[in-house]
């Protein structure tokens, strides 16, 4: 069983590290072990109490009547409000606590149980994308490990790749394809695929060249294949130089349109010749006004 620090705790749930001392105290919540040098050791279940108690405080619930419970009553007190849906207010517990815990199986319950209710698109927007960014801060603060993120976007790269290959490919001269690719130094594919996936779903045809690819190589691609679109995302300013990554596109493909999409995009514009799109219906009009042709 893992092991977790007071500041995990903290950044996990969102309660501050002195309130769960003085809960301790006060009510007994936990029972932490204590290294040498007497510093507080937490498990998996502590963590998952935790959540859950910061999920339940945040629906009004007071902290003293919610002490006295056990690991399970508080577990399944939380679960009657997973699935309660605001806009702009999804609750991501239950995911992280799954993927904390290394559970594929409850990830892709939860991933499934919203794509069932709201369809593919819906989810990944809405729920999906804010559950990885969520995982990016907390990597980012310490409160998880590397492969923590690496445990839980593969399982949505896997779902989306499935995705993307169960969809039939329209026949050939039936519609412009569409070519996906990430740009050298850039190998975060989930948002690429998924917009692959939208595009090829709708019934156009897709050439999904993946991550890291040469520029020099997707023109000669895209002149191959006569396109009028591609598309890239891009999710760091580090890893890709984009005047240096797309202006050569731009030139020796005048007449294609560069559709973008990406972390990066959302914080600095990017170069004036680069489309930027931020949901699958933004794709989609563009393609239909390109190539009005579809498959239905």
Not at 171 to 193: A, S, V, Y
Not at 258 to 283: C, M, R
Request: with cysteine; proline share 4%.
């Amino acid at each position: 069983m893992a092991q977790y620090t007071i500041r995990q705790m903290e950044l996990l749930s969102g309660i501050r590290a002195s309130t769960i001392r003085m809960w301790e105290k006060r009510y007994n919540i936990f029972s932490p072990q204590r290294t040498d040098t007497n510093i507080r050791r937490y498990d998996d279940n502590d963590i998952r109490f935790i959540i859950n108690l910061s999920l339940l405080l945040k629906r009004g619930f007071r902290i003293s009547k919610l002490a006295s419970m056990s690991l399970d009553e508080l577990s399944d007190l939380a679960s009657k409000f997973v699935s309660d849906y605001r806009k702009g207010n999804i609750n991501l517990e239950p995911m992280i606590t799954a993927t904390i815990q290394y559970n594929e199986p409850e990830l892709l319950k939860h991933i499934n149980e919203w794509s069932d209710k709201h369809g593919i698109e819906y989810t990944f927007e809405n729920m999906v994308l804010p559950f990885l960014q969520r995982l990016g801060d907390l990597w980012q603060t310490g409160a998880i490990t590397t492969t923590h993120e690496h445990f839980a976007s593969n399982i949505i790269r896997n779902l989306l790749s499935q995705l993307y290959r169960t969809c039939k490919q329209p026949e050939i001269g039936k519609t412009t394809p569409i070519i996906f690719f990430l740009p050298e130094g850039e190998f975060h594919e989930i948002g690429l695929l998924y917009f692959a996936y939208v595009a090829k779903n709708a019934g156009y045809k897709t050439i999904y060249l993946g991550q890291s690819t040469p520029i020099d190589d997707v023109i000669k691609c895209a002149k191959d294949i006569t396109c009028k679109m591609v598309f890239t995302s891009l999710s760091s300013f580090v890893s890709v130089d984009m005047d240096k990554a797309f202006e050569p596109m731009k030139k020796a493909l005048p007449d294609v349109e560069i559709i973008a999409t990406g972390y990066v995009f959302t914080e600095k514009s990017g170069p004036s010749y680069l489309t930027y799109v931020s949901s699958a219906q933004d794709l989609m009009k563009i393609i239909a006004r390109l190539d009005p042709t579809i498959i239905k």
